[in-house]
């Protein structure tokens, strides 16, 4: 086991970190707190954790599977410990992250409770986030209610879009230029909790949420180029977007502490969604000729989720196996003009892991395996059945106090979103249309990682070696149709990578505390009957700056250009900087974020179709916010155990970001 300054514990697959009062008194929010882990990465202004390259990461809390919003929720003075592990153990490897995150809150709670208000507000465009949430606990009931809601009211969007090809009727070069677009929507949930504990023995818990998500996004284009071999300009465009869903789900969980070390654990979870997307498509030419292309989409579905779990601890060995199960069904009804279609479809996923672990002196050692049954039934096409078995091994060696070697292998899988399947098109110009793929097969990924990590009492070092290789993976592909271009997502070959970074969290005085990340990727792909091959490098550096009350964190955020199948795709580039002001419960923050270059997507080649896309806000290139945060404790300490073991959510609304004002 690997000590950094009695607070930082690497063992086996995982890396244990025990916060110190000061960092939990210098952090505003469980959420914020979680920034201070080396392998952890916050873009405070989207409330995002990420790996440290950016990659998707599943949070759990006492177990739990949580999100952002419910970090945000948990003050920094409730959180003991966490458990960072870089490859997701068997039970969550086919929820499509890199990494897991497990935070564990004190059993100390209060018999009483607290409000707590996180207010944040930019001065500069219209943009906030704000929760409102109160816990009440009394004897062996716990009770929760929150409010939440993230809202944006935005202008000089950029969206610009340029694509060439010889069609049938001949050569289709266009060039659609930006005008100032707007977007306005808001993300409301509502969340109640109660649940009632018997000691540390038993555990009962219902959770009910209602989300509405109203939205409205607007593009502008000037086009030029050429059409059936003719030039032409002066065309304009507009997108007008407005989608709203609703959502209510239920989550109902039990779980029994059994003898020698035994537990068994119950969730079921219930969702429903119903949708509602109309997109009307108005385009005009120097002669006043207007082609008009309104759609509408009424989409309902229903999931329920279901998982159950033993587990069986020993003094050095421990063992877990369980099952779960997606079923979804979708009833999408696309309305075009006086025509309608109406398809159903169906997922229904079946995923069964077993985990065993040990560790004998400074050797640990954990394999799990999991087999993982989909059936897809979608719209007009024939079920289809699918199976993957995904062994997994860990293997750990400590060289000496403050040294270790780990070697991981995993086999995983990824299961199509409904929305990627749902063939409802959005028009993108005279002959350029937008849909899914109800063709779309889940993929098989294999990854082989060796780690190095060198801790010490002021610093932490980890590099990497990893190898990935994803067999009939799915990425956006534009294709030339002869009639027309479609831009859809398709089943590809074959993605190998090679990867090397470095990792270093440095402390070198009290008050100061840098982070540096580095990597480099070597990509290949194999598509459409060619071979495309790319360096691809990313750095993140920040650092964090305290005095007395004061925290100031600069942090800056850049890569290059990515290979996915034939597109490049390219991320913004981030420089955020924010002060904060806290005394007891009260915390102010000054925050400014400012990017520069759009988000680009562009094709490798220019056969058989030349596309790019960029998108901006304009507005968003120097924003500033102030955040608030106040907590109002009331009641006595007294002693509680609050643990739950599983929690799972539905959060696929079944309709494509093409079809949706999504911001």
Known sequence: MIVLADFYNISG????????????????????????????????????????????????????????????????????????????????????????????????????????????????????????????????????????????????????????????????????????????????????????????????????????????????????????????????????????????????????????????????????????????????????????????????????????NYSKDFEKTGFNFGVRQYFKNLDEKFIHENDKSLNFSTINNLYYYGEFWTEVGKLYFQAGVGGDNSWLNIAENSQKNYFVLRPSLVVSYNFSDNSALQFVSQTASNIPEMSMLSQSPAMLDTAFFSKGNGSLQPYTMFANSLFYILSGQKYYFRTTLNHFIAKNPYYTTIYNRSDYIEKTISNIDQMQSVKYDLLLNWQPVQQISLKGYYGVEYQYFKAFDKKYFHWFNFGNISAQFYYKRLTLNIQAIMQGKSLEANLYRKLLDLYQADLTWKKKSFSATLACRFSHRPETIETVDNQPVYYKESRAWGNFNGLCYLQLVYVFDFGKKVERNVNQKLNNNDSDIGIRKDNRAEQ
Do not use: W
Not at 270 to 279: A, G, H, L, M
């Open 13 to 308: 697959a995982k890396d244990t970190k025990i916060f110190t009062s000061q960092e939990k008194a210098r952090a505003v929010s469980g959420l914020e707190l979680m920034a201070t882990l080396p392998q952890i990465s916050l873009d405070k202004l989207n409330s995002s954790l990420t790996t440290i390259d950016r990659k998707p990461i599943l949070i759990l809390c006492d177990g739990k599977i949580i999100d952002e919003v419910d970090l945000t929720g948990i003050k920094p003075e409730e959180i003991l410990k966490t458990e960072y592990f870089s490859q997701p153990p068997a039970r969550y490897r086919n929820l499509g992250v890199n990494a897991v995150l497990v935070v564990y809150t004190k059993e100390k709670l209060v018999q009483g409770g607290y409000v707590l208000a996180n207010l944040k507000n930019s001065f500069t465009t219209g943009y906030g986030t704000e929760i409102v949430q109160g816990k009440y606990h009394s004897g062996d009931n716990d009770f929760s209610l929150r409010y939440f809601v993230d809202y944006r009211d935005l202008n000089k969007q950029h969206f610009e879009q340029k694509y060439a090809a010889n069609l049938s009727d001949g050569l289709y070069n266009v060039n659609r230029k930006a005008e100032n677009g707007d977007y306005a929507g808001a993300y409301h949930t509502i969340n109640a909790t109660f649940a009632n504990t018997k000691g540390e023995s038993q555990m009962f818990s219902a959770k009910a949420r209602v989300a509405i998500n109203p939205g409205m996004e607007r593009d502008r284009q000037t086009i030029s180029g050429i059409r059936h071999d003719i030039p032409f300009d002066n065309e304009h465009s507009e997108t007008y977007t407005h989608t709203n869903y609703f959502s209510p789900s239920l989550d109902l969980y039990f779980s029994k502490k059994l003898k020698n070390n035994q537990e068994l654990s119950a969730n079921v979870v219930n969702t429903y969604y119903n949708i509602k997307s109309k997109r009307n498509f108005l385009q005009t030419n120097a002669a006043g000729n207007i082609l008009k292309y309104d759609t509408e989409i009424n989409n309902k579905s229903y999931s329920v989720i279901s998982e159950i």
